[in-house]
Every structure is written in C-alpha cells, then in structure tokens.
T-cell receptor
Framework: GQQVMQIPQYQHVQEGEDFTTYCNSS?????IQWYKQRPGGHPVFLIQ?????EVKKQKRLTFQFGEAKKNSSLHITATQTTDVGTYFC???????????FGTGTQLKVEL | NAGVTQTPKFQVLKTGQSMTLQCAQD?????MSWYRQDPGMGLRLIHY???????DQGEVPNGYNVSRSTTEDFPLRLLSAAPSQTSVYFC????????????FGNGTRLTVT
C-alpha cells in the first residue's frame, strides 16, 4: 500500500535558526496537505498543495510540492518557540478524501 | 460550533474488554474517519466513511468495527481489547471531495493492560 515517510523524525534548533522537514511518498499524489500538532493537542490543518512544482507561503512557512508529485517539503525561516510541535504531511490519491499521513517531524525550539 | 467531539478523553481497559469510542461532528461533513497515533508511526487510518450507511477499511482495521447510521456520528468499537491497541485515537471529518481539510477531535488516550 501507499507509504509516506518524513525526515527527520526529530529536530532540535535554536530559536532563530531555520528548519526543514521532507516528505516522500511511494506513489504519485493528487494532493498533499500539511498539519501541525502542538504537544498534547490534535493535528490542525495548515495548507494544501495540488499542482506539480507548487510553492506556497504562510508568513515564515514555505511549502513545496515536487515536480513528480511524490515529495514535498516544509521550511520554516527563523524559528520561534511558537513553532514547537509535530509537523505531518498527508498525501491523497484519486478524487476522494482519504489521506495517508507521514510519520511526522517533531520540532523543538530552544531559547 | 463544537466541531468534532470525542468521548471519553481517557480510558483504561483490561485485555478482552470491549468498548466504544464516540465521535460526533456538527459541521454536516460527509466524510469521517478514525486514526490511531503511535510514537514514530504517524497517524494510521483505521476506518472511514463517505456518508451515512457507507464505511470502508483503512490500513489498520483489524480489531475495530465502525458504523455510520447518521451523518453526525461515527463510533469506533473495540471488540476485544488487546495491549497492542494502546494508543491515542483521533476522529476527523471533512467535507466531501478531494483536498478538503480534515477537522480533528481532541483525541482519546486508550490504555489496555
């Protein structure tokens, strides 16, 4: 079945450093979504990408969808303590709602 | 709007016991799903439903049953709990259609001893 892997599994950064998480799917995706889960919380939707090579920005967050629609990345510029949490990508195939989540990257930001 | 409501928040079961995790949404979402979250494994899909009366299996359905008698409710039943089912369970819903974002409940932390 479809598998979605994320690297790294954990990342510790100093506040102000940049952070990137990478997402790789074993199959071609129709869309990819990104979620953030704060410690003790539930995943919250951040953004969706649907086009090959698409790039979207949300303030300090930049999301990319690969040309082959099998990989994606999330880059955070100048991390802040509010960025702490686990970031998940989730890939969809076909026209339905079903999503396969990646393994997640846990980000810790130290002052 | 309450969004997606899950009960209970915490539950401890003994091996072999059965129980139902409740999930209700008030957003008139057609699509509902159950995920389990385990360290290092992300969120894995257990079962999902695209509308009342329609359910289907996800990637880890064994040991779980679901039904969808109404649009609002999507309960998850553990038939005979096992320690391997110790996990955090999330219910999520969305509008029908590709790319609709999932709205998650606050989760149920289940421990099976």
């Amino acid at each position: 079945g479809q598998q979605v892997m994320q690297i790294p599994q954990y990342q510790h950064v100093q506040e102000g450093e940049d952070f990137t998480t990478y997402c790789n799917s074993s199959t071609t995706l129709s869309n990819i979504q990104w979620y953030k889960q704060r410690p003790g919380g539930h995943p919250v939707f951040l953004i969706q990408l649907v086009k090959s090579g698409e790039v979207k920005k949300q303030k300090r967050l930049t999301f990319q969808f690969g040309e082959a629609k099998k990989n994606s990345s999330l880059h955070i510029t100048a991390t802040q303590t509010t960025d702490v949490g686990t970031y998940f990508c989730a890939g969809g195939t076909g026209g339905g709602n079903k999503l396969t989540f990646g393994t997640g990257t846990q980000l810790k930001v130290e002052l | 709007n309450a969004g997606v409501t899950q009960t209970p928040k915490f539950q401890v079961l003994k091996t072999g016991q059965s129980m139902t995790l409740q999930c209700a949404q008030d957003m008139n979402h057609e699509y509902m799903s159950w995920y389990r979250q385990d360290p290092g494994m992300g969120l894995r899909l257990i079962h999902y439903s695209v509308g009342a009366g329609i359910t289907d299996q996800g990637e880890v359905p064994n040991g779980y049953n679901v039904s969808r008698s109404t649009t609002e409710d999507f309960p998850l039943r553990l038939l005979s709990a096992a320690p391997s089912q110790t996990s955090v369970y999330f219910c999520a819903s969305s509008k029908q259609g590709k790319g609709s974002p999932l709205h998650f409940g606050n989760g149920t932390r289940l421990t099976v001893t």
